[in-house]
């Protein structure tokens, strides 16, 4: 059965996968500007919510190499805040792969809606990672530094924020110069809301009340942090993909080690594990997928390496369609 038969033909936003360099199925469909009926395109720039940690986690492992810092070095060492009650014993890696118990201010186990977060601190706020220290550095650990895996968004923002103390340069600039221009990502970055560039596209959510859409502006971070936030294009995402497996960001040992299980307990087979800035998923008959992902209030975004086939997929909808359905159907039919 063709691809194109399986995927949802009312599925809004871009799907692309790609194999062996070779396009096997690409469509773009939605409007891009819903207003002016300005439409989607392979060009379009779409918000890729907490997709962007995978970047910082290659920013990170890029310092390490170059040996700025260490795995085992801890927060208090690196850097130069009051970190009030957040353990300063905390580690590089445990932040990587989620392990810190830092204060997360959008912790998912107690929390459903990222709007919440803006009720009594505005989003327009939010243009650095420091803007987002006074949502947590004043809150208690959640659990003790090691215990256990528990996804938080914090842990990226203090990774972003050691990016920024070792480098000099804001995490975003870092970013562009030592992952996005190597991987000719051309059209990858950090936008301001308020002031996006050309060809990006609005991010819209449903409202049953009044049976419209509104965008999503006073929904999220004003500019992306290293909880998330990139704007990306699908083929950006390819050349991402392409660049980290043949060694241009980091080395293969890297590589290696950023794509395996670092933690979490696999209980969800779906979910998986975590390895750096990446989920991991068991794979009954070959080689471990990876894949990371994102989802905002109106964003929904997703793309996975399946290294038995060398086959790339994504998966971004700016009005939060269910990527994670359509990839189920994406390995299903194309898998084995």
Not at 19 to 35: D, I, P, W
Not at 62 to 70: A, M, S, T, Y
Not at 253 to 280: F, T
Not at 318 to 324: A, E, K, M, S
Request: hydrophobic share 35%; net charge negative.
């Amino acid at each position: 059965m063709d691809i194109k038969e399986v995927l949802d033909q009312n599925f809004r936003g871009a799907i692309c996968i790609v194999q062996n360099g070779t396009v096997l199925y690409e469509n773009v469909s939605g409007f891009a500007n819903l207003a002016d009926a300005i439409p989607n395109t392979p060009e379009t720039k779409f918000a890729s919510a907490s997709a962007g940690k995978v970047f910082v986690a290659v920013g990170i492992l890029q310092l390490i190499e170059k040996g700025k810092i260490r795995l085992d070095d801890t927060l208090g060492a690196l850097l130069d805040i009051d970190l009030h009650h957040i353990d300063r014993e905390v580690t590089v890696e445990q932040l990587l792969n989620h392990t810190s118990g830092v204060p997360d201010y959008f912790d998912e186990t107690v929390m459903d809606d990222y709007e919440e977060l803006w009720t009594d601190y505005p989003n327009y706020k939010i243009r650095h990672n420091s803007d987002l220290l006074p949502l947590f550095i004043n809150k208690p650990m959640i659990y003790p530094r090691g215990e256990r895996f528990q996804y938080n968004n914090s842990g990226y923002v203090l990774l972003a924020l050691i990016i920024e103390q070792v480098t000099g340069m804001y995490f975003d600039r870092y970013l562009k110069e030592n992952v996005f221009d190597i991987c000719s990502m051309k059209d990858t970055g950090y936008y301001e809301l308020d002031r996006l560039p050309s060809k990006c596209a609005n991010s819209y959510i449903y409202c049953e009340d009044t049976d419209s859409f509104r965008t999503n502006i006073f929904s999220v971070d004003v500019k992306g942090t290293g909880a998330g936030g990139a704007f990306v294009t699908v083929k950006d995402i390819i050349h991402f993909w392409e660049g980290l497996l043949t060694g241009k960001l980091i080395s293969e040992k890297w590589v290696k080690r950023m794509l395996c299980k670092q933690s979490g307990d696999g209980m969800d087979a779906e979910e998986g594990y975590y390895g750096y800035g990446v989920w991991v998923i068991d794979h009954p008959k070959g080689k471990d997928l990876v894949y990371f992902q994102g989802c905002d209030p109106g964003v929904s975004f997703l793309s996975e390496y399946n290294p038995n086939n060398n086959m790339i997929s994504v998966l971004v909808s700016n009005y939060g369609d269910n990527v994670w359905r359509e990839m189920r159907k994406i390995r299903k039919h194309l898998y084995e």
